[in-house]
């Protein structure tokens, strides 16, 4: 990463820092603030990223993915190619650094705040010399004294950003004086309560102040990574935002896995014998579908699903695609049986087979061994302050707009990750049961009672997961735990999925897949597919893991209705249980509850979908 000057595009010139090229769809994608050695910067938008070479920079695809977030982006007004959609985020060469090749950078905050601790004046960087890269303030020595920049900025939900108004806010509405000198004063705790803002003319103003969203301006709708002049209308106020904070910068990602979708094979093999499909009805079809081309090409579908596809075809629309989640579900469920000896082809990006003679513990019904596997995880936005949370199906709302990735670019940021995986089915008939039990029900209630409480906070809370959601994504907290200690990969390098979907639903879901993989073309090296076969000992392990909590009777106890600490989206879970690195966790640790997957201190076992050992 660079930041922008006044360069020949071929200059050799050292970048200013690095990081890895999945962060930038992540933690560290266009818009997000960060540190770097002797300064503070924001990343720039998709216009400012350099590719060098053109014919070098492969497009990913994913169709399935990409038209799901070309509807998206149709709703808000933004633009998609469809067709290159995808693209990794561009590599540096650190032995042959081009202005080129790479993401430009903007220094960010333009305030400093000296640290001279008899000084201590914030004062905006034009006002400062600068040496070697680094800002000084002409007091104390004659070298003068280092300044940093300030840990504060001013921010709104909008994803806007901008220098926090120093000025305005110290001198409140009587308005700034005629020579305004700034100094900021923390105390030895770091509190809020404990730093002020002190102008040379008397005024004095703590910070906890800027904490009232009210009483801050309103924002003035600043883009600063889109461009130094990119600013839109905005009528939220600003918030005084810790730039290294976490709430500063979420990523909004979605992701598909590459599975064959029956609709779309349909239209592509009958697209191969549309002359003589085109004059098929109900009523010559039974004539028609015995012309050797027309078996040859449609014998994998049901008549109905012929006939539904080419009235669709003559209407000039495509069979749409399911949701995310339902279709890979769908092929999953639908996994033929291993045969001894199947290998998967080098060409193939998808390859799952469901295992057989394998000892099936109760509650599960299907263990479907994936030993190739392909994502594809695209960058759609970001925001600030409050994160949007995708729905089940892992999409977002129509109704929630993000923070744009870049200017006037038609495509976004993705990587592509290779490996393997274990897709695990509960069984249907047991989790309905199980989802009627009194105990069960009763906890719903508790936990329903903890998420409208959270939700308060929020203009456009998501929905409420259900007590399903909760019970499959903390078994997966569990398995991963148990499985990590086996398989030979580390609990934060395996990644989980949760297909859920209500028992009214079109298509009731209840699996989860653990996978592990890797961005480079080799993908994984095994170990992950195989413990699938050992489910009955992982599930074993993972109860033993869930039934005490090093932090219990705390922990079991922990109820989300009546937390103090606004811990409103958890049951009995914690860092001593269920928490994991949210690098592998879909949902930042929240929804969780061991109590619904194993018996805990303080409950009803009739609570535990798993009631006894497995």
Known sequence: MSRPGYFPLNQRIPPDGTVRQSQLITTFGSGAMMDLIDTSIIVGGLDM???????????????????VIAMLFQTWGWKLNKHQAFRQPPIGDDREPLLKQGIQIKEFPSWLVCQNPDCRTLVEKRFLEKKSGRYFHSCGSKKGSLCVPVRF?????????????????????????????????????????EIKVKCACGKVRSLNTALEQEANPICLGLRPWLGSGSKESCAEHLRLLVRSATNSYF??????????????????????????????????????????????????????????????????????????????????????????????????????????????????????????????????????????????????????????????????????????GVFIRLDDNAVVEWEKSPAVEARLVDLKKGFDRWKKEFKKPPEFPGVRFYLLHSLSHLLMSA??????????????????????????????????????????????????????????????????????????????????????????ACHGCLFIAECACERSNRYLDRALVVPTIGHDPELAFFSERP
């Open 483 to 572: 499985i990590s200690l086996e398989c030979g990969y580390a609990a934060t390098a395996m990644h989980e999925r949760i297909y859920c979907a209500p028992a009214v639903a079109d298509l009731p879901m209840a699996g989860i897949l653990l996978s592990a993989g890797s961005s480079s073309s080799e993908g994984t090296l095994g170990g992950l597919v195989e413990q699938g076969r050992n489910i009955r000992f992982h599930l074993r392990q993972a109860y033993d893991l869930g039934v005490l909590c090093s932090n219990d009777p705390v922990c079991a106890s922990h109820s989300p209705a009546d937390e103090l600490s606004e811990r409103h989206l958890e049951g009995a």
């Open 153 to 193: 900025v001013g921010a709104c939900k909008n994803g806007h950003v901008q220098d926090f108004p120093w000025v305005l806010f110290v001198h409140g509405k009587d308005g700034p004086c005629d020579a305004p000198r700034l100094q900021l004063l923390e105390g030895a705790s770091g509190d809020f309560s």
């Open 251 to 420: 990523s909004l990602t979605m992701s598909a896995l590459h599975v064959p979708e029956q609709e779309k094979l349909l239209d592509d093999s009958l697209a191969k014998v549309w002359d003589v499909a085109q004059a098929v009805n109900a009523e010559n079809w039974e004539h028609l579908k015995y012309i050797p081309k027309m078996q040859q090409e449609l014998s994998g579908f049901s008549d109905s699903d012929i006939l539904a596809a080419i009235e669709a075809k003559k209407k000039g629309s495509e069979q749409p695609r399911k949701p995310l989640r339902m279709a890979e579900y769908e092929t999953f469920i639908a996994s033929s049986e291993e045969v001894a000896g199947e290998l998967p082809n080098a060409e193939d990006k998808f390859f799952a087979r469901t295992a057989k003679n394998i000892d099936l513990p109760a509650g599960i019904q299907q263990v479907v061994l994936a030993k190739k596997l392909r994502e594809v995880r695209a960058q759609i936005g970001f925001t600030r302050i409050e994160p949007i949370t995708p729905d089940l199906q892992g999409e977002y709302s129509l109704d929630v707009q993000p923070a744009p990735l870049g200017l006037h670019t038609d495509w976004l940021p993705a990587t592509e990750i290779l490996g393997e």
């Open 49 to 67: 990223w350099r590719y060098g070479d053109a014919k070098k920079t492969k497009p990913i695809h994913e169709p399935r993915l990409s038209e």
